[in-house]
């Protein structure tokens, strides 16, 4: 089973329990539904998969580091400012005066259904111009965990090769995640799967969707025929939606259905599911309860407007993760079941 280890601090930075590397971008979420040429106002918020981890992490107890680039600008201001403000060190963000922060208009539905609606102005943007020459890779190494995602090496040509470059094996390399997060509006070029491929194979613990492996490699047969594409990882989660999530792992295959939740928004679930399973992994618990926290984590977001929710209080994940599998598949989960207070009856519903 794959546990992160405590790695030396190169240069002296100080190591942390994870680094997530990527691009953030100001986010405008609209007061209303509706499509873009009607929602009349916006509110500001942050957004980006893999800050979107660190700030999770961060809320949940965990040393998290974020490092990208963001523009000498007021958006690059803010992203940096809130960020931080989650606890996350973000002391290493690089600020480029010739490029401009990221930012995207979304529509309030589900990104699976034709209604939503997503308008990215990030092309040319300080986060695109990413390269290994160009950041901190001291920062970026010293951490028990690397996160990276495939929207990063989307981005273009050098942000590719800076992902080849931190998946590269290599001696006293962190354990290296890899969320596969496939986005076919940010690809370039046909070949986006191979691109994909190479780093996801190359990582310690792999995330995907059932759906983006579909869409990326063309592989319908359900998690065993994405574990045949991808026998090299040492732990591969297949996420299948509504139904739940299966991990290979040195043990074998796991299982863990997905709980039933009211949702408010699905917007964000992914990256908390991620923040879950990595916070799970770094203390060491067992693969069952790493898909159970991912799961939880998710919940959270699922049951907030926004891409960003507060995680359950430890003690509390921990007991629902404990249950048996009768009472994990009771649960009802609703609008604001993180902040009851332990033990209270509406806490969760079950049937």
Known sequence: MTTPGHLPAPDDVPVVDVVAL???????????????????????????????????????????????????????????????????????????????????????????????????????????????DNLDLAAVRAGRVLHLTGITAALSAGCLELVRELTAPRPGRPLVSFDVNHRPGLWREADAGRALLEPARR??????????????????????????????????????GGRGAVAFH????????????????????????????????????????RLRHGHLMAAAALTVPGDLAAPPARHHADRLAALDEAAWGRLRLGPGWTRTAEGAEEEVRTP
């Not at 990208?68 to 973000?90: C, K, M, N, Q, T």
């Not at 592989?219 to 297949?238: H, K, N, S």
């Not at 928004?265 to 770094?282: K, N, Q, Y």
């Open 22 to 132: 990527g691009e953030s971008m100001v986010t405008f979420l609209p007061t209303r539904p509706g499509r873009l040429a009607d929602v009349p106002s916006f509110e500001r918020a942050i957004g980006g998969a893999e800050s979107n981890v660190a700030c999770v992490l961060a809320a949940a107890g965990h040393s998290a580091r974020w490092v990208g680039r963001v523009g000498a600008d007021g958006f690059g201001d803010h992203l940096v400012e809130a960020i931080g403000s989650y606890g996350v060190d973000v002391s290493h963000v690089r600020r480029d005066p010739a490029r401009p922060t990221g930012v995207y208009f979304r529509t309030a539905g589900d990104r699976a259904t034709d209604t939503h609606e997503v308008a990215y102005y990030r092309a040319g943007s300080a986060a695109s111009a990413m390269t290994a």
């Open 203 to 240: 990582a310690d613990l792999v995330l995907v969707g059932e759906d983006e492996a579909a869409e990326a490699w063309g592989v319908t047969g359900g998690p065993d025929a994405i574990r045949g594409l991808l026998p090299q990882p040492p732990v591969l989660v297949v996420k299948q």
């Open 250 to 289: 040195p043990g074998g295959r796991t299982s863990v259905p997905a709980l039933h939740v009211a949702v408010v928004s699905p917007i964000g679930a992914g990256d908390a599911f991620a923040a879950g399973f990595l916070s799970a992994t770094l203390r060491g618990l067992p693969v069952r309860d």
